[in-house]
C-alpha cells in the first residue's frame, strides 16, 4: 500500500494572472501558502484485475476508461497504468466533495494521485514533474478553464511567490521571512466557511473569456502580488491586511459572480468589526473568506460572523509527500 499526502492552498494576491490568457502577455504571479489540511490518497494492490476507486462513490470496474471519476481516471492513463489490479481511495480533512472550497482541493487531489501512482510503479518524482503533470491532466486534457497556482502549491508546498512565465515556465520562489514574522502573521489571518459552494469553472469561464478587458486590474493584481512579497520579506506585515483588501477590490472585476450580497454582508460585518481586509479564496463566489485582523480584534470579528464556521489553520511548509510504503509493493 502506498499513502500520500498532499495540502490544500491559501492564494493571497494575483490570482488570475496564472491563466494563459494573460501570462502570454505578461508574467503573472501570485503569493500563497499551503495550510496543514490534507488530502490523502492510498494506493494498493488487488488480487482481482478490476480498478476499485472510492470516493463518495465507490466504482468497481474492468476497464479504465470506464472510470467516471475523470482526475483519477486520467492519471491512471497518463502513467500507463491500463491493467486492473489496483484499489484508489481517497479522503479529506475539507468538504467532502472537493468542490467550492477555494482552497484549490481538485488540484491537491490530482497532485496527489498523481504522486501515489507514482510511488505504485516504484518510481520517485520532483515537485516540478508533479506540477507539470497535473497542469496537463486538467488544463490540456480535461480542459478545465483553470490556471497554475493550485498544482505547483500542491506539489511544492509552503509559503511562495509563484510567477508564471509566457515559455510556460514556472518559477517557484519561497518568501524569507524575519525570525517570528511567519508566526505572527499566522496568527493574524482568520477563514470562515460560507457554506455557499459554487464551481470554479463557472466564474473561470466568464473570467478566462474577459482577460483580453482586464489586463489593467490584472496587472494592477500581478503589481500588488511583488509588493506584498517585498512587504513580507522586509517584515512589513501591517501592510497585509490592506493588500489583501486592495486585491479583493481588483478581483471583484474580473467576472460577474465572483461575489454576491451575502459575501459582501459577511465581509463588510467583519471590517466594521475590526478586520483590516480580507477575500473570498479561489476564483469566487462561495467557500472559504480570509480576513488579517489584528488580535485584539478577532473576538470581535468572529461575533460577527458568529454563524460561519470558522477554520483553524496553520502554514503548511512541506508539498506533496508519500508518507507510507508497504515493503511489499
Known amino acids: 500500500m502506498i499513502i500520500s499526502r498532499t495540502p490544500f492552498r491559501m492564494s493571497f494576491v494575483g490570482g488570475g494572472s496564472d491563466l494563459k490568457e494573460y ?3 505578461s508574467y503573472g504571479s501570485v503569493v500563497s501558502t499551503t495550510i496543514n489540511k490534507f488530502v490523502y490518497i492510498t494506493a494498493n494492490k488487488k488480487f482481482t484485475d478490476y480498478f476499485r476507486v472510492s ?40 468538504l467532502p466533495d472537493h468542490e467550492g472550497s477555494g482552497l484549490g482541493a481538485s488540484s491537491s487531489l490530482i497532485v496527489g494521485t498523481l ?27 480535461l480542459g478545465h478553464p483553470i490556471g497554475k497556482q493550485d498544482q505547483y502549491a500542491a506539489a511544492y508546498g509552503g509559503f511562495n511567490h509563484v510567477q508564471f512565465n509566457a515559455d510556460e515556465s514556472v518559477f517557484v520562489n519561497p518568501v524569507i521571512f524575519k525570525k517570528g514574522i511567519k508566526e505572527e502573521l499566522n496568527n493574524k489571518l482568520l477563514s470562515f466557511y460560507t457554506a455557499i459552494n459554487t464551481r470554479s469553472d463557472k466564474v473561470l469561464t466568464e473570467q478566462r473569456k474577459k482577460t483580453k478587458d482586464n489586463l489593467n486590474t490584472l496587472n494592477k493584481m500581478v503589481e500588488l502580488s511583488e509588493e506584498l512579497k517585498d512587504e513580507l520579506k522586509n517584515g512589513n506585515i501591517d501592510k497585509f491586511g490592506e493588500i489583501l483588501h486592495k486585491g479583493w477590490v481588483y478581483k471583484q472585476k474580473l467576472a460577474t459572480n465572483i461575489t454576491n450580497p451575502i459575501i459582501n454582508s459577511y465581509y463588510e460585518k467583519a471590517r466594521k468589526a475590526g478586520a483590516v481586509g480580507g477575500k473570498i479564496l479561489g476564483s469566487g463566489g462561495g467557500g472559504f473568506l480570509l480576513f488579517y485582523c489584528e488580535e485584539k480584534n478577532q473576538d470581535n470579528v468572529r461575533k460577527a460572523l458568529s454563524n460561519l464556521k470558522e477554520l483553524p489553520f496553520k502554514f503548511e511548509p512541506e508539498g506533496s509527500k508519500i508518507i507510507y510504503v508497504n515493503d511489499e509493493i
Open 115 to 141: 504522486n501515489a501512482l507514482h510511488a505504485f510503479k516504484g518510481e520517485n518524482v520532483s515537485a516540478e514533474t508533479l506540477a507539470r503533470e497535473a497542469c496537463k491532466i486538467e488544463i490540456e486534457i
Open 23 to 25: 501570462y502570454q502577455h
Open 55 to 94: 470516493y463518495s462513490k465507490t466504482e468497481y470496474v474492468k476497464n479504465v476508461e470506464n472510470i467516471e471519476h475523470n482526475l483519477v481516471r486520467e492519471a491512471l492513463k497518463l502513467l500507463g497504468i491500463t491493467k486492473g489490479g489496483i484499489d484508489i481511495v481517497y479522503m479529506s480533512d475539507m
